[in-house]
């Protein structure tokens, strides 16, 4: 019955309100900001009633609030099943891991064998206080260690945030400790100032650290904006010298039926059968087509063009229909990716081949390469962004991107989610 006093009730809100907050800032969301807000708050008034009508101190009890959470979120969320089981089971760790500490530093005897509701207001709203900024806490380190991947965040980055964060919660309960011994109005002033104090460093922490890798980002994705900029002018280059070839063809075919025409008027028809004959020998080369989309297309053409003037043999196994679900810059992005990194592995090697396999598989778009393995490369900071932004591409198509020397070869696969198959 203790979720039905006032502070419990309000205090257990803004707790699980974090839960929303993390779980909607790391997945994406199934329906409108609306109704996933309305469904998560249907979610907690679940929640309330179980808690009031279930024994207490019941196996049950403990067991139930993980399991309406995780439901709650795999239906308003889209993400894998056990990624969003691991987020659920590390809140619910860190929620009892909170009360433990509070129930150590905080708790009086008279408050473990009364309980905190027959307390005084004052006692429970100090409670939940401490409750609230300890979770947001343990919260805020969790949340950096999960969204750190999706940041490219360096691993000496995600320790440095973490321990700082954990640094001041220890200091947090130093200074509550403080206060519990000499409970002065002078001393809790200054201790607020301190908690408080805190509090704004951990978020402007966190905030910095969050705006300053998404800038990074950003510079990241413009540069490869920008090389794919490149690249669609490469191809237009080319599309315009294909052009005035077909623009020569006819005019040579023109003159070439004239002179038949001539011939035949005269009577020449050996002569217009040798002619025939000739032309037959050098006859245009015709291009055939890689595959039926025609972005990828076009932008295989030019890395095929590409590596053949490097010496490098591409072989091409793509088998990808007009609309294959994934948006064409993004796809232009993955396939560009992948052949920059292995046409510049595979500079300077001699009988050096590249094999790319794409195709449809299940509702995926599968793209596999192999290549021989580069030589070492010196350390430059702007290296890496290709793997970046395939990572990227792979969580926003819930899908992977698995990369690795296998012995003298390389081997990339990136594997993403259609999400508007076309037929």
Not at 200 to 207: E, M, S
Not at 285 to 299: G, K
Not at 329 to 356: F, K, M, P, S, W
Request: glycine fraction near 6%; charged fraction near 20%.
């Amino acid at each position: 019955m203790a979720y039905y006093y006032p502070i419990p009730l309000i205090g257990n809100f803004l707790f699980f309100l974090q839960w929303f907050l993390i779980a909607n800032s790391l997945f994406e969301r199934r329906f409108s900001r609306a109704v996933t807000w309305l469904g998560e708050l249907a979610a907690f008034g679940l929640n309330i009633f179980l808690g009031s009508v279930l024994p207490y101190m019941s196996m049950i009890r403990a067991l139930y609030l993980p399991a309406l959470f995780f439901l709650a979120f795999r239906v308003l969320l889209r993400g894998r099943w056990y990624s969003i089981l691991f987020l659920v089971a590390a809140l619910w760790s860190l929620l009892y891991t909170a009360e433990l500490l509070i129930a150590n530093f905080i708790y009086t005897p008279e408050i473990l064998a009364g309980g905190l509701n027959s307390q005084s207001v004052y006692v429970q709203l100090r409670i939940y206080i401490v409750l609230f900024i300890v979770s947001g806490m343990l919260n805020g380190s969790l949340y950096l260690l999960i969204r750190g991947k999706r940041l490219h965040m360096a691993p000496k980055e995600l320790i440095l945030c973490s321990s700082f964060l954990l640094c001041q919660l220890f200091s947090v309960f130093c200074y509550i400790r403080e206060l519990t011994l000499t409970p002065h109005y002078d001393t809790a002033a200054y201790i607020t100032v301190g908690i408080l104090s805190a509090l704004a460093l951990d978020g402007f922490l966190i905030h910095y650290v969050i705006t300053a890798n998404r800038r990074q980002q950003l510079q990241s994705e413009n540069a490869m904006l920008a090389q794919q900029i490149s690249a669609q002018n490469c191809r237009y280059a080319e599309i315009t010298a294909e052009y005035e070839a077909v623009r020569r063809m006819r005019h040579d075919i023109a003159k070439h039926l004239r002179a038949m025409e001539a011939l035949l008027e005269k009577g020449s028809a050996d002569e217009a059968g040798q002619y025939i004959t000739e032309l037959r020998r050098n006859a245009y080369p015709v291009d055939t087509a890689i595959c039926e989309n025609p972005v990828a297309d076009a932008l295989l053409c030019s890395y095929r063009e590409r590596s053949a003037r490097q010496g490098t043999c591409l072989e091409l196994r793509v088998q990808l229909p007009a609309h294959t679900g994934i948006a064409d810059t993004d796809l232009v992005c993955a396939l560009g990716n992948l052949l920059d990194n292995a046409l510049e592995a595979c500079a300077g090697q001699a009988d050096a081949r590249i094999t790319l396999s794409c195709a449809c598989v299940k509702g995926f778009v599968v793209i596999s390469l192999e290549n021989p393995v580069g030589t070492p490369r010196p350390e430059d900071p702007k290296r890496g962004v290709g793997t970046r932004i395939l990572n990227h591409l792979a969580d926003k198509y819930h899908g992977s991107y698995r990369a690795g020397a296998e012995g003298e070869l390389f081997r990339a696969r990136l594997t993403l989610e259609a999400k508007e198959m076309i037929p």
